[in-house]
């Protein structure tokens, strides 16, 4: 290969190696269907090794790369994390149906009617949002 450097190659191994973990991360978390079959896969356990991989080599390599492997090696570890807690998140929970609306574009309630219906569902107040954390749910 002339004219590309040994750096320049093992900077593309790096890249291409990445990748392919995110890629088998993503894979196994449902968010792409498996090459071969088409199907969806939904094993958590086996993504949570992919993950962990990619962070040991953030931490391996803490100060030894470019700062486009660096930028690289994290951009693929937020996007499988949050892939991670949205697949643990959604696997649990059955899917959701959207309520009906009325003509008049008020939510319908399923309240019978000799009951009063339920008070209206408010959002967390400024105070309280301001209370939640981010945990590490992996």
Same mark, same amino acid.
């Given at each position: 290969m002339a004219g590309v450097s040994h750096a320049e190659i093992m900077?593309?191994?790096?890249?291409?190696?990445v990748l392919q973990q995110t890629s088998m991360t993503l894979m196994l978390l449902g968010k792409t269907p498996h090459p071969e079959s088409g199907k969806t896969l939904h094993d958590p356990e086996a993504a949570q090794m992919f993950i962990d991989q990619l962070e040991?080599?953030?931490?391996?390599?803490?100060?030894?790369?470019?700062?486009?492997?660096?930028g690289l090696l994290k951009q693929s570890l937020m996007t499988v994390r949050m892939a991670f807690v949205e697949a643990v998140d959604t696997a649990g929970k059955p899917p959701s149906q959207p309520e009906?609306?009325?003509?008049?574009? /008020?939510?319908?309630t399923t309240a019978a009617p000799d009951q009063?219906?339920?008070?209206?569902?408010?959002?967390?107040?400024?105070?309280? /949002?301001?209370r939640k954390r981010f945990t590490k749910k992996y």
């Open positions: 900077s593309g191994l790096f890249a291409n190696m040991m080599l953030e931490v391996k390599t803490r100060g030894n790369l470019t700062s486009e492997e660096a009906p609306a009325s003509p008049a574009g /008020e939510p319908t009063p219906a339920p008070p209206p569902l408010t959002g967390p107040t400024a105070e309280e /949002e301001s």
